[in-house]
Structure formats: structure tokens, C-alpha cells
């Protein structure tokens, strides 16, 4: 035996030295084990990572978008425009709109809808009322005063974005919630067009005196 040519050795001390040889054994099957078990956890949690990024890609690519808004005209005191979609993923979406003022960035009218899209193009009216408008501009642009024509160019500016379901939501790179929550995801579609308009503010109410 080897290491009874190394060491003269009596039984009692071949019989330990055997058995620190079969520990050291099994120490090493059980590390080769454990290094095993975790290069195939490796493997297959790059699997699942692919995966994701696969399915992730396809939201990506698949997702609507805007493609444009046409302004529909006024009608007295109400108006309307259309925002065009076109988008291959079945699902839900929610649409966020509003006007804006240019000189001061002031929020004149906003909305959101929410609406079930399927494969191909459709276009989504949204309601304008221009008294909401009007009223909005003198309180917000000329603080409460009247008598005033504007002849003014607004932003109507529109975003959509997936409301994803849960499966969509485990695939989604990490930070990505928070990034749409945000308005900073690549899922998010904004779009925005001019809106001329051409008003007289109203007079300030007569005030009453007894």
C-alpha cells in the first residue's frame, strides 16, 4: 500500500489515516456536488434571463404606438380629435391627453382613457370642450381678468403606454415599473400637434350692489 511506504505505520494508525483519506473523499464529492448544482443554476437562470429579454423585445415590438392626432374642429363650444393607433399587441392601453398653453406651460384641459386595443389601426376620439378651455386661460394665463381676444397656438399633446398583465410584468427589466410610472419606459408613445384658437375672454361679471 502507498501509505504504507511512506510512513511505517501499525494498524491503529493506518486504519485513522484511511479514514481521514475517505473524509477528505467524500469533502471533495460533495464540493464537486455542490459546484455542479450551482453551474446548472447558473445555466438555467441565463435561460430564464434570455427568456425574459426575449419576451420583453417582443412587448417592445409588438407594443402601440401614436401615430399621429387630427384635430377635428370646433363645433360651437365643443371640439374633438382622433389619435391614430397602429400596434400588433392584443391588450390594454391608457391614453393621457392635454392642452397646454406655449408661453406659460399651463395645463388648459386634460384627460385620460383607457381602452381595449387588438392587432392593427384605430383611431381613438377624445372630447375638447372650448368654454373648459377659455375659462381655464383666464384663470390660469390672464389670473381672472377679461375683455381680452387671444388669438393663440396651444399644444395638444398626447401618451400612450400598456397596461400590462401580470405575466408581461414578471418579464419587464428591473427599475422598468418605475421607469413607466415615471414617463421614462420605451413602452410610452407620446405625440403632440398644434391647436390654433381664436377666443374672446368674457367680461368680468357685473358685481351686484344693493
Known sequence: MILRGWFPMDGAARRTAYGL?????????ALAAMYLI??????????????QQAAFA??????????????FGWNADSGSAGIV????????????WQVTEAS???I???????VTLGPGRRTVV???????????????????????RVDETFRLAA????????????VLPPGEVRKLANGRSVLRSDVGVDLPMSFQVPDDPAVQTD
Open 108 to 114: 388648459l384641459a386634460e384627460g385620460v382613457t383607457t
Open 104 to 106: 406659460h406651460g399651463q
Open 21 to 29: 483519506l475517505g473524509l477528505l473523499l467524500a469533502i471533495f464529492a
Open 85 to 96: 393607433i397602429r400596434g400588433n399587441r392584443a391588450g390594454g392601453y391608457r391614453i393621457t
Open 38 to 51: 450551482d453551474r446548472d443554476e447558473q445555466v438555467s437562470g441565463l435561460e430564464l434571463s434570455k427568456n
Open 159 to 170: 401618451t400612450l403606454e400598456p397596461v400590462l398583465s401580470a405575466e408581461e410584468i414578471t
Open 126 to 148: 377624445i372630447p375638447l370642450a372650448r368654454d373648459e378651455i377659455v375659462e381655464a386661460y383666464r384663470d390660469k394665463v390672464l389670473k381672472g381678468a377679461g375683455g381680452i
Open 58 to 71: 417582443n412587448i417592445t415590438a409588438t407594443r402601440h404606438t401614436i401615430d399621429r392626432i387630427e384635430f
